[in-house]
C-alpha cells in the first residue's frame, strides 16, 4: 500500500540503489523476516535485512532473537536519522 513510498520521503538516511531483482530476494526470505520487513519502519533492503538475519541465525539465535537484532539495528538507524533532523531543525533557527 502507500506506506511503503511514504517511508522513503520520511528520512534522512542515505538510499542506495541495487543491483539484481530485490523482489525476488525478498521473495527467497524466510516467512518470519518478509513479515517483519512489511511492518518496518525504514525501507530496508531484502538484502541488508538479510545479512543481519544470516548472521544473527549462524550465531546460532532462534528467529526471534534473530528478529530482535534487526528491530536494534532499527532503533539505531532511527537515532541516527532524529539526530540528523534535529540538528536540521535546530542550525534553522
Not at 59 to 71: Q, R
Amino acid at each position: 500500500m502507500g506506506h511503503v513510498n511514504r517511508n522513503l520521503g520520511q528520512s534522512t538516511l542515505r538510499r542506495t540503489r541495487r543491483a539484481g531483482d530485490p523482489m525476488a530476494t525478498y521473495d527467497r526470505l524466510p516467512r518470519p523476516l518478509r513479515v517483519w520487513l512489511s511492518h518496518a519502519a525504514l525501507p530496508w533492503s531484502p538484502a541488508s535485512a538479510q545479512r543481519i538475519w544470516t548472521k544473527s541465525r549462524a550465531k546460532g539465535l532462534s528467529p526471534e532473537e534473530a528478529l530482535a537484532s534487526l528491530n536494534k539495528a532499527e532503533t539505531r538507524m532511527l537515532s541516527r536519522d532524529q539526530h540528523a533532523t534535529c540538528f536540521k531543525l535546530n542550525a534553522s533557527t
